[in-house]
């Protein structure tokens, strides 16, 4: 598990957007192997047998581990986005409104649309309260 205490809230941004990546990259490579693979047909082989579904893919799936290692990286990726929101809630709590604004801005780079979102702003109001942090 992760521990919160010990990593910025840049570092588990940071972590995972490669998480993101890899998920991005596990699925590409599990719709390439359902698309590759053709299925045995019924026609192919004639067995009488309650199973449901293509043996063959089926053994293929298991075998390469591609499933198993992106729910891994799924898991991980959830245990991160956790701790992003935790540590999200601790700076709106502790900090001013100004403070947030700049801090998203400056340090996380958010776009300005999703930092009027998050704190049910215009965009007009987090100008200007961005305007009023940075003179602090």
């Not at 019924?42 to 298991?62: A, C, E, P």
């Not at 215009?122 to 305007?131: K, M, V």
Request: charged residues 40%; positive net charge.
């Amino acid at each position: 598990m992760i521990s919160s205490k010990e990593l910025t809230l840049e570092d588990v941004l940071k972590e995972m957007n490669k998480l993101k990546y890899r998920l991005l990259e596990l699925g590409e490579k599990l719709k390439i192997g359902f698309f590759e693979i053709k299925a045995i047909e019924y026609k192919d082989i004639i067995i009488k047998s309650n199973f449901v579904g293509d043996v063959m893919l089926n053994k293929m799936i298991k075998a390469d581990g591609t499933r198993e290692e992106f729910d891994s990286v799924k898991e991980s990726y959830n245990g991160y986005r956790q701790v992003a929101i935790e540590k999200i809630g601790e700076m709106l709590e502790t900090k001013s409104i100004e403070e947030c604004i700049v801090y998203f801005r400056d340090k996380l780079h958010w776009k300005w649309r999703e930092i009027a979102k998050m704190f049910k702003y215009s965009l007009r109001q987090c100008h200007n309260l961005y305007d009023k942090g940075k003179k602090k």
